[in-house]
């Protein structure tokens, strides 16, 4: 799954699927530039609380799961795998949560 999560002309954070196949993501197979990668390991009882992303990021889970929240109420899960393309840098913001019986370990990929 890819999904990329921004700011609406709302405030609100939102999530959309980015078909990678489709000629509107023209140039996500192209090198991008990046400023390092992170690696975070969240424990299930991690609390929530509502943010914005600190710049724009990969985020790529590599185990365990969690959850996004948005203004809207909705919750949007995450797992091994999935990549998040995080561009809510205003706004409202979002929520994540560790959820399952292992923590969630993800790499981020700022990028400019």
Known sequence: MF???YTGDDGQSHLEDLDLDAAAVPNWKDLHA???IMFRSTSPDAPVTWH???RKQYCITLSGQVEIGLGD???HYFGPGDV???EDLTG???TTRAVGPE???VAYVPVD
Do not use: E, F, Y
């Open 3 to 5: 999904k990329r999560l």
């Open 34 to 36: 990046g400023n390092g």
């Open 52 to 54: 914005v992303a600190p």
């Open 73 to 75: 109420g909705s919750k």
């Open 84 to 86: 998040m393309l995080a």
């Open 92 to 94: 409202q913001g979002h």
């Open 103 to 105: 923590p969630r370990v």
